[in-house]
């Protein structure tokens, strides 16, 4: 079957860094995205991992461990603005259907 | 930079109705998904096509049915409606290249009364 596990909701705070985890099980994988999207607004892209190791992209960072089923998303020097969901995504082998997580809500405080 | 287009932006229909909602990819985007995401929901894939030929098939009722056309637009008709299909609707579009992501459309919100 199909199942990608997040954190429903995290907290954290402006200037701060936080880190959201993902763990799935998949019948087939290629490649993990993460997504940002506001309320009512459309998912955009973050980043994406296919091979285990670290992907860095300005305030935000993707790790994945393929063996572990894991992944998560590191954002640094927290705004305001990153209160979002984050939607954790599996690419299906064959590439045409991509499975998301329920997502993580993210408050940033001041 | 043009993005993918999806209309109308909100839909009212009352149950048992139909309803018709476009998607116009990226430009040479050769990948079209459709996923309906309920309020406080993941979005749920439904179907996609690639290259104007239905690629994979998701939690899609039967209700619906999906097409992309000569120019890769592609239409989802809903008919039957059902209050449950309330929900907005993103049309992604993408290319093979992989590490690229989908690029989502702002969205069609319907909702059944």
């Known amino acids: ?110 | 930079a043009a993005g993918v287009i999806q209309s109308p932006r909100h839909l009212i229909k009352e149950k048992r109705e139909t309803a018709t909602l476009k998607c116009y990819p990226i430009p040479r985007h050769d990948t079209v998904y459709w996923y309906q995401q309920g309020p406080g929901q993941d979005p749920q894939f439904l179907i996609s096509f690639y290259e104007k030929m239905q690629s994979d098939k998701g939690s899609i009722p039967d209700r619906f049915s999906a097409q992309q056309f000569s120019d890769y637009h592609s239409e989802l008709n809903m008919s039957s409606l059902e209050l449950g299909d309330s929900a907005l609707y993103f049309c992604a579009s993408s290319t093979d290249a992989a590490e690229s992501g989908y690029t989502f459309g702002s969205g069609t919100r319907l909702t059944v009364v």
């Open chain 1, 1 to 110: 079957g199909q199942n990608i596990d997040q954190p429903t909701e995290m907290t954290a705070t402006e200037g701060a860094i936080v880190q959201i985890n993902c763990t799935y099980q998949t019948s087939g994988f290629n490649g993990l995205f993460w997504y940002q999207q506001h309320a009512g607004e459309a998912p955009t892209f973050l980043s994406y991992n296919v091979l285990d190791g670290l992907e860095e992209k300005g305030r935000f960072s993707s790790f994945l461990s393929r063996s572990k089923g894991y992944s998560y998303l590191l954002l640094k020097e927290l705004q305001m603005k990153d209160s979002a969901s984050y939607l954790c995504a599996v690419r299906d082998t064959g590439g045409f259907k991509t499975i998301f997580g329920a997502g993580t809500r993210l408050f940033v405080k001041a």
